[in-house]
């Protein structure tokens, strides 16, 4: 007996697609480099919270893309990790993009790819200008 499941099967894209502003995005990526850029506890109460910040270089075989890691994602970004982000998002950070989870998202490491990561192509390193269109 077939299950009528109304969930979509996740639509994976390349690196290489991500624009400027869009989300909901799915993709397997390899970490190619992580580096820890914030890292502040709040030591009060039995509850240490920790607010941890990693910029990680991750990317695939169309090209890398800077992956803003927070908290427990930090753990995952072990160099030469592939992961899957779902439901990312793209953020603008001083006019160049980054790719991020939130709290609607998930990032999880799975089986190594076998693709290779095209270094060359490093989206988050093209500047974006926003453009006021003026309609004459």
């Not at 592939?82 to 089986?111: H, P, Q």
């Amino acid at each position: 007996m077939a299950e009528n499941k109304t969930m979509r099967k996740p639509v994976f894209v390349k690196v290489d697609q991500l624009r400027p502003g869009t989300n909901g995005h799915n993709l397997v990526a390899k970490v190619v480099s992580s580096k820890m850029v914030l890292q502040k506890g709040r030591p009060d109460g039995q509850q240490a919270r920790q607010m941890r910040i990693a910029e990680c270089l991750i990317g695939d075989e169309t090209g890398t893309i800077v992956f803003t890691a927070r908290n427990e994602q930090v753990d995952m970004m072990k160099s030469g990790a592939t992961i899957i982000l779902r439901n990312a998002k793209i953020d603008m950070f001083k006019g160049s993009m980054r790719i991020a989870v939130d709290k609607w998202g998930r990032v999880e490491v799975t089986e190594p790819a076998s693709f290779e990561v095209k270094e060359d192509n490093n989206l988050s390193l093209v500047e974006y200008e926003l453009v006021n269109v003026v309609e004459e």
